[in-house]
């Protein structure tokens, strides 16, 4: 029986590993994130700025930005929409693959409101350059060290990118590990509105 465990185990660890990325792998863009916010033709990028302390299991854990002198927050930004929340890194190409379906989403799907958060490690030179290049039109948000790493665990200590969150009046409705298709986020949008 143990050798069967062993083998669905590395099967598994096989199969997500092809669908997405490990969140806190070394990356070669460096350690430093550049902490102001970039505007691109299309997107903007902000740097978080605070996040709330972690909800009750399945609700979503608000966090922050400055928008020049204004205060955004997640909550704010998602009033009466579906929040599609989308951790994911230039560096990984599941996350790159499912980028043309939610700037599609973005564009298509007027009720829901979706940001990005961006596990850059270096510049934000790069991730400036992707969201221009790919005519990303929703925010994306970044962080360093403990306030990133406070953001990554509140939603379950983020293990690999890409990671979806579909979020409804403030609940958790469906989590999408590794890299996905426009219909199945499609389909989770839908059964939460």
Not at 4 to 32: K, M, R, W
Not at 164 to 182: D, H
Request: hydrophobic fraction near 40%.
């Amino acid at each position: 029986m143990k050798p069967l465990l062993a083998i669905s185990t590395a099967l598994v660890v096989a199969f997500v590993s092809f669908l997405a990325c490990g969140a806190n792998d070394n990356h070669p863009e460096g350690t430093a994130t550049t902490p102001v916010a970039e505007t691109s033709a299309n997107g903007k990028i902000y740097t978080l700025s605070s996040v709330a302390p972690k909800a009750a299991k399945d609700m979503m854990t608000d966090f922050s930005w400055k928008e020049g002198d204004k205060a955004m927050s997640l909550s704010k930004l998602g009033e009466g929409k579906v929040i599609f929340l989308n951790f994911w890194g230039t560096w990984c190409p599941p996350c790159r693959r499912e980028i043309p379906d939610i700037v599609a989403i973005s564009n298509e799907m007027k009720n829901v409101v979706v940001v990005g958060v961006a596990m850059e490690q270096g510049s934000t030179d790069k991730l400036s350059s992707f969201v221009e290049q790919n005519k990303i039109p929703y925010i994306n948000i970044v962080g360093t060290g403990e306030l990133r790493d406070k953001l990554t665990q509140a939603y379950g200590g983020i293990q690999y990118v890409p990671t979806t969150f579909i979020i409804a009046k403030g609940k958790i409705v469906a989590t999408l590990v590794g890299g996905q298709s426009k219909a199945a986020f499609t389909d989770a949008i839908k059964k939460a509105l």
